[in-house]
């Protein structure tokens, strides 16, 4: 028990360190003059400390150095506790909004999905606006990567959450020595990547508002907007290909970014197997599926066609998430390969969802490996990517993933079919949740949102999201009785 | 005047420590060779005149009881790269030896001229007898129809030994014909064997069916020159390696680009690892001689099989399974000389011994005068050399001269000489000068200390 209080302390500074976060959209509602929301944001912001003081406080006897188990069951605590306290401004300022659709919401922004269940988004105040957005900015990288960037983290076994938050089979590659220099010049990156985001959005003709709010959510890969017709509202190519660049940017492995920038090179990038790969992919996938709408005569001339293929085909392979026209219309063929792009194509490392592309690799190679064995019983071919091997504990346990990850979709699909809901819409919104990836089709597509939704089946898209940004080891173990024996 | 005997101290009494040993004893040289393993160094004692000691060679107090203080030349060619450049660098650094040489396998210090710089490891030459392997058997592959391929002056000219078939233009005719059928190709054969015979070539001899010859030729023009000799094979796709040693595995990683490249190796955890190394090399895990699993990998299809483990038994069983179960050509490296006298020109098509292939580098630079190439040919019977040639027409016996009007043993010819850039084959009346690199090819070893002799500066020169 006293090591379950180690986590619970370890917890209370983390809270305390989210705290920080509530004072951005403090700052943005002194800027509108909107007092009620200054207070409202203060009050949530001090109960969250205090709350985090208090744990500490209390649990202090017990504090001490995490074991592997607790540090899975710190990040899941933290992961759950955070979108609880986030939804305190929102139900202090929205209305007959539900803590389950709040919660949703919260988890939504942290996770990356970029889903919503509300509506009149244009309408509301500038301050709740960036508090989402700003929920979409810290998951993608990781509230707990950020934790360990900024404090020493007292006696908290670092690199075992750093490689239960990040996202990936692989994180043994430390960039630098330490993991909180790690940690640390992951987030340089990112925050440097995210202001050079803001100003090309607001130079593509942004306000100063939308451009911070739609900055953040591209950079997390999130997919929240500031306005209920997404991208769709400005309707500028321009915009667009902003978004495009920097959602490609996002789908790429930070530690790559951090690589090529302390090198001064772009070489980086061509070694790093999964973002040739990935990037390949889409922009190969973008030219298909505009060709596709073009015969099929969705669009009149090609370049409309590019266009809209190539803005949210990006969105939705790298898990964010707009929309800028309502693909829901577009011929099936195209909606669903855009979902299949979303379950493989980010990598690891980077602030996106699903799969990742380094397991989808790992399972390419795997089976070339198996014919290579059928006509050469002999043969002895490790797999290598990118020129390393990969050995075989990970491929065996990017097997344990893929069969997780699908038994995953699988019975939250169940779940939402259970409620009564139909297959396209349940089975592309467990799709969408699990990937972080935002919108579904039918009754969860890019027109319309989650808010129709009931209570149940808002929570099942809500486990699917914490299941999927997680990585779904590092969920499930904590109901397996294994953990909890000693 | 008799010269002073030169001291040479060896470190490392390996193939390559004795070979090299075996070499410079018949050359009145005082060698004294270190070693950790006794029973190595009595064995090489038993069979050679040297003088023999058992310690660590990176070891000050063992360097001095060897007598680095008046040694001429240190051969650093233990197993272990690092030991040799501590060696080097505590012999130029306390004790002034002047020429030191290193035997260095990793392509990392390699790569790095400085490791090997004034500064740093003091290594006058470097030299990787692998490396040398590994090149050789390249152009054994690239050139299937050729016994030897051997380079000098940088790669400019190469002398290319070929067994003549029936088929090729020139066999049943007379040498002279070569030049009239090919006028714009410049070539030239230094030596025929026939039936392990030297004959000194002229215009009038007969090539004749089954006959070796030894042609100098520029580099470009070797394929040309092997078609009059005898019909060409097909060119080489498939090789097999078995053994992925430290030759297998170099050999591997130069083929694997230009050829399909199967790699059998007995040692699982070394087949993980050259996986892991190689690219489009197919690594296979298993035993060279084992007829399934050649059989399962299609050696009748292979165009050239290599058999490169350290076993000389198993390579001479593997080659000859090969051989029997369809491969075109069959390789064996082979340490024994015994073995090799007794297998080449059997059903195995090249018996190589690592020893003879290396050991001309070496001499090179272990020979006095201005030798810049040794190669040994016919395992070791003959020898063609690279000189160079210095002086004026008073000091020296060779410049100044036409090629018929120099003083050179019976059996030894001047095949080719290169000028700068340009490569210029020997004909009597060519005329020698200065700093020209002259290809000498002799054919019977002892003739190598006249021939040396005779193109070094008279000590009036001085």
């Known amino acids: 028990m006293g090591r379950l209080f180690t986590v619970f302390h370890a917890l209370g500074l983390l809270l305390v360190v989210f705290s920080i976060a509530y004072l951005l959209p403090v700052v943005t509602a002194l800027i509108y003059g909107d007092f009620i929301l200054v207070w409202d944001f203060l009050l949530t912001m001090l109960w969250t400390f205090s709350a985090g003081v208090l744990m500490w406080l209390v649990t202090r006897r017990y504090k001490g150095e995490l074991s592997i188990r607790h540090g899975y069951l710190l990040v899941v605590a933290m992961w759950t506790a955070m979108p609880a306290f986030a939804t305190i401004p929102l139900l202090m300022m929205i209305p007959n909004l539900s803590f389950t659709d709040a919660y949703f919401e919260t988890m939504s922004g942290m996770t990356t999905t970029g889903a919503t269940v509300l509506t009149g988004l244009d309408n509301l105040p500038p301050a709740i606006n960036i508090w989402r957005h700003e929920l979409n900015w810290m998951g993608g990288l990781g509230i707990i990567v950020l934790a360990v960037a900024v404090l020493p983290l007292l006696g908290i076994g670092g690199r075992q959450l750093f490689k239960a938050e990040t996202p990936g089979p692989m994180k043994e590659s430390a960039l630098t020595p330490r993991i909180a220099d790690t940690a640390r010049n992951l987030w340089i990156v990112y925050v440097a990547i995210t202001l050079a985001c803001i100003l090309s959005l607001k130079w593509a003709g942004m306000g100063w508002l939308d451009a911070v ?31 495009i660049v920097f959602m490609l940017f996002a789908v790429v492995n930070f530690a790559s970014h951090f690589l090529a920038w302390r090198g001064r090179s772009l070489r980086v990038y061509l070694r790093d197997a999964e973002a040739v790969a990935s990037v390949g992919l889409i922009v190969a996938s973008c030219f298909g599926i505009a060709l596709f709408l073009w015969w099929r005569e969705v669009y009149p001339d090609f370049l409309t066609a590019l266009r809209h293929a190539s803005f949210n085909l990006v969105s939705i392979a790298t898990d964010s998430g707009y929309a800028s026209v309502d693909f829901g219309q577009w011929p099936i063929f195209a909606p669903m390969w855009m979902f299949f792009l979303a379950c493989t194509v980010a990598s690891s490392g980077s602030t996106g969802g699903g799969i990742k592309m380094i397991r989808t690799l790992v399972l390419f190679k795997q089976a070339g490996r198996e014919f290579v064995k059928l006509l050469h019983p002999a043969v002895i071919n490790p797999m290598k990517i990118g020129g390393h091997v990969v050995a075989n504990n990970i491929v065996f346990a990017v097997l344990g993933f893929i069969f997780l990850y699908f038994m995953s979709i699988v019975t939250l699909t169940f779940a939402l079919l259970i409620s009564g809901m139909d297959f396209i819409s349940a089975f592309t919104a467990i799709l969408a949740s699990v990937n972080n990836c935002g919108p579904g089709l039918g009754v969860v597509g890019p027109a319309s949102n989650y808010s129709g939704l009931s209570d149940f089946q808002t929570w099942v898209c809500t486990i699917g999201m914490l299941v999927g940004r997680l990585e779904i080891f590092t969920v499930l173990i904590l109901f397996t009785p294994r953990f909890w024996r000693r | 005047m008799e010269r002073r005997s030169v001291k040479i101290l060896i470190l490392g009494a390996g193939q390559v420590g004795s070979t090299v040993a075996e070499s410079l004893v018949s050359e009145a040289n005082d060698i004294t060779v270190v070693d950790s393993d006794g029973e190595k160094l009595r064995q090489l004692q038993d069979r050679l005149d040297l003088r023999t000691l058992t310690g660590n060679a990176a070891h000050p107090t063992v360097l001095e009881q060897a007598g680095i ?15 040799n ?27 790095r001229e400085a490791v090997f710089s004034a500064e740093n490891f003091c290594v006058d030459f470097s030299i990787c007898p692998e490396q040398i392997l590994t090149d050789y058997i390249t152009k054994l592959i690239e050139f299937p129809e050729a016994l030897q391929v051997l380079e000098f002056a940088e790669g400019k000219v190469s002398l290319v030994a070929v067994r003549a078939f029936e088929g090729g233009p020139l066999v049943g005719k007379p040498l ?73 595995r170099r050999l591997a990683k130069a083929l694997e680009r230009d050829y399909q490249v199967k790699l059998i190796e007995f040692n699982k955890k070394t087949c993980q690892k050259l996986a892991g190394e190689l690219t489009n ?18 050696v009748n299809e292979i165009d050239v099989f290599c058999a490169l483990t350290n076993d000389d038994e198993n390579n001479i069983m593997s080659a000859l399974l090969a051989k029997q179960a369809g491969a075109e050509k069959v390789l064996a490296l082979i340490n024994r000389s015994a073995y090799v006298d007794l297998v080449q020109g059997g059903k195995i098509d090249i018996a190589l011994s690592p020893a003879h292939v290396t050991i001309g580098s070496l001499l090179s630079y272990v020979r006095q005068g201005d030798v ?31 090629i018929d009007e120099i003083d050179l043993p019976k059996g030894a010819t001047i095949g080719a000489l290169v000028r700068g850039s340009e490569v210029i084959m020997g004909h009597h009346d060519t005329v020698i000068e200065a700093e020209d690199h002259v290809i000498v090819f002799v054919v019977d070893k002892k003739m190598v200390k006249k021939v040396e002799k005779l193109f070094q500066v008279s000590i009036g020169f001085f």
């Open chain 2, 85 to 111: 450049l501590v060696a080097c660098k505590l012999a130029a650094s306390l004790y002034n030896t002047p020429t030191r040489i290193a035997r260095i396998r990793a392509l990392d210090y390699l790569n």
């Open chain 2, 281 to 298: 090399t197919l690594v296979l895990n298993g035993d060279g001689t084992d007829e399934k699993l050649m059989q399962q990998e299609n």
């Open chain 2, 69 to 83: 203080v008046d040694t001429d030349m240190l051969l650093a060619v233990t197993q272990s790269d690092e030991v």
């Open chain 2, 176 to 248: 002279s014909f070569l030049r009239s059928h090919m006028p714009q190709v410049e070539a030239r054969v230094a030596a025929i064997f026939r039936q392990d015979r030297a004959i000194i070539p002229e215009g009038a001899t007969l090539v004749q069916d089954g006959d070796e010859i030894f042609f100098i030729a520029a580099s470009d023009n070797i394929r040309r020159v092997l078609k009059e000799m005898r019909r060409l094979d097909k060119p080489t796709k498939r090789v097999m390696i078995v053994g992925g040693g430290n030759i297998g």
């Open chain 2, 372 to 402: 810049a190439a040794v190669h040994s040919l016919r395992r070791g019977a003959a020898e063609a050399l690279e000189l160079v040639v210095h002086g004026d027409g008073h000091s020296s016996r060779v410049v100044g001269r036409r």
């Open chain 1, 213 to 243: 709010c739609h900055a953040f959510s591209a950079m997390g890969l999130g997919g929240f907007s500031t306005h209920d017709a997404s991208i769709g509202y400005f309707d500028s190519p321009l915009i667009e290909f902003v978004l």
